[in-house]
């Protein structure tokens, strides 16, 4: 089936540094996305890219979707404490609406 | 506005027995996928209803079934629990069945024992 390769697995920063993780995939997608969980929640959206070679920004956490749709990157600028979190990338695929999510991304931030 | 709602947040259940999940979409939404994730994992895609129908189904035995109720809320159940069921089921809900984005909820935390 489907299988996205997510990494790191896991970052432990400072407060202040910057983090990049990526996200790729052996087949192409045309949708792109990013979740962040906290514990004991669900996934919340973060980002959506619909458009190879996109690069979005929300605040300061900045996206982009690969030219050849098979991967894509999120990174945090200027880390804060409320930053830690699982961040998990995920893919819509073909003529189905279901999420395939990559592993996660533990970032741990040390203030 | 509220969210997704899931209940009950937490259960504990014996291999054998059966369970029964409920979601409450999103004010606005009309579709609700279902999610499995297992500890250390991503959610795993179990199935989709739209219009009161089963509209996609992932890699998920018979034991795993839904339904979708008029006001858009929906149950998933699993028959014969396993072990392996122990995880987090999520709730998600969204609009039609084009790719607007999923809004999940917190989550139902199953133990099977």
């Known amino acids: 089936g489907q299988q996205l390769n997510q990494s790191p697995q896991s970052m432990f920063i400072q407060e202040g540094e910057d983090v990049s993780m990526n996200c790729t995939s052996s087949s192409i997608f045309n949708t792109w996305l990013w979740y962040k969980q906290d514990p004991g929640e669900g996934p919340v959206l973060l980002i959506a890219l619909y458009k190879a070679g996109e690069l979005t920004s929300n605040g300061r956490l900045t996206a982009q979707f690969g030219i050849t749709r098979k991967d894509s990157f999120l990174n945090i600028s200027a880390s804060i404490p409320s930053d830690v979190g699982i961040y998990f990338c995920?893919?819509?695929?073909?003529?189905?609406?279901?999420?395939?999510f990559g592993k996660g991304t533990l970032l741990t931030v040390n203030p | 506005d509220a969210g997704v709602t899931q209940s009950p947040t937490h259960l504990i259940k014996t291999r054998g027995q059966q369970v029964t999940l409920r979601c409450s979409p999103k004010s606005g939404h009309d579709t609700v996928s279902w999610y499995q994730q297992a500890l250390g994992q991503g959610p795993q895609f179990i199935f989709q209803?739209?219009?009161?129908?089963?509209?996609q189904r992932g890699n998920f035995p018979d034991r795993f079934s839904g339904h979708q109720f008029p006001n858009y809320s929906s149950e998933l159940n699993v028959n014969a629990l396993l072990l392996g069921d122990s995880a987090l089921y999520l709730c998600a809900s969204s609009i039609g069945q084009g790719n607007s984005p999923l809004h999940f909820g917190n989550g139902t935390r199953l133990t099977v024992t």
């Open positions: 209803y739209y219009e009161e129908e089963e509209r």
């Open positions: 995920a893919v819509i695929g073909g003529s189905n609406y279901k999420l395939t």
